[in-house]
């Protein structure tokens, strides 16, 4: 009877050390959630995309300027 509430008590142990394991994974995935985001729940889904929209919108300014600048280097060879 002893041998058998001990075995069952170290079972349990080890069942709540799983569970307090992953409980504690949890909350630093949540954690780390709200660092990196800066806030709980994601209120704009396109929020996510923004950097990509930001860089696509660097890189089509640059191509721009570098359209202007051949332009300007075409209209000085023109005039020599």
Same mark, same amino acid.
């Given at each position: 009877m002893i041998a058998a509430t001990a075995q069952w008590h170290t079972r =349990?142990?080890?069942?709540?050390?799983?569970?307090l394991l992953v409980l504690g994974l949890a909350v630093v995935a949540f954690t780390a959630k709200v660092a990196l985001t800066g806030t709980?729940?994601? =209120?704009?889904?396109?929020?996510? =995309?923004?950097p990509k929209r930001q860089l696509d919108n660097v890189r089509q300014r640059a191509a721009e300027l570098g359209n202007e600048l051949q332009k300007g280097a075409d209209r000085a060879d023109v005039e020599r």
């Open positions: =349990t142990v080890n069942i709540l050390k799983i569970a709980v729940g994601s =209120t704009d889904p396109a929020a996510a =995309t923004q």
